[in-house]
């Protein structure tokens, strides 16, 4: 499996900062996701980080909100900006494996915002 | 993405056999099926996935009908450590811009002593 850290793991920020989430994939990853799970629900796909350009956002998100970069081949970083209450979830970076095509998932970091 | 249906939740004995359906009947001829389970607090885990033939690894083992509208995961001896979520996802089985995982509700699956 592809090996996918998260950084911080959680968190407990307050209202109105923001927070930069990183994601470190092992070289095999290709394609890189941001999901997002919020309290008792499923995941929901945020976007798609492209390496070198701008995001693909997925419908209810924006980049103002949640800017997303991919430098390099093998990290990315989320950041949620101006954080709610409402932005208390779990947030996920996802890669997928050339070769098999399958689709792997970090630790999730876990944000609370008070 | 083509949609699945799945029992909001089941119960197993430990040490039982686990058999999770999964609805698929508008499932592309291009689509595989996977699963995946999330335990409490973790990221999701692969499990297995399947085009139309029976699978099978070190974790479970996939049984997908010859029309291919429905599937079952068997996990053959469930233990509490399988307590989890379980999501079975339809999706073409590429690197294309566009063809990430999309998740319904899935199955919380409970290992009962």
């Known amino acids: 499996s592809a090996v996918i850290s998260q950084k911080p793991s959680r968190d407990i920020c307050q209202r109105g900062t923001s927070l930069t989430i990183q994601c470190q994939v092992d070289s095999q990853v290709t394609m890189m996701f941001w999901y997002r799970q919020q309290p008792g629900q499923s995941l929901t796909l945020i976007a798609t980080?492209?390496?070198?350009?701008?995001?693909?956002?997925e419908s209810g998100f924006v980049i103002d909100k949640f800017p997303i970069s991919r430098p390099n081949l093998t990290f990315s970083t989320l950041t949620v900006s101006n954080m709610s209450p409402e932005d208390s979830s779990i947030y996920l970076c996802s890669g997928v494996r050339g070769g098999t095509e399958t689709q792997y998932f970090g630790p999730g970091t876990r944000l609370l915002v008070l | 993405d083509a949609k699945t249906t799945q029992p909001p939740s089941m119960d197993c004995a430990e040490g039982r056999a686990a058999n999770l359906p999964c609805n698929h009947s508008t499932i592309s001829g291009n689509e595989y099926v996977y699963w995946y389970r999330q335990i409490h607090s973790q990221g999701p885990q692969y499990i297995i996935h399947g085009l139309k033939n029976n699978e099978t690894n070190e974790m479970a083992s996939l049984i997908i009908t010859e029309d291919r509208k429905s599937s079952t995961l068997i996990l053959p001896h469930a233990t509490l450590r399988d307590t989890a979520v379980y999501y079975c996802?339809?999706?073409?089985?590429?690197?294309?811009?566009?063809?990430?995982?999309?998740f319904g509700g899935g199955t919380r699956l409970m290992v009962k002593p």
């Open positions: 980080a492209n390496q070198g350009s701008e995001a693909t956002y």
């Open positions: 996802i339809v999706r073409v089985a590429s690197n294309n811009a566009g063809n990430m995982l999309t």
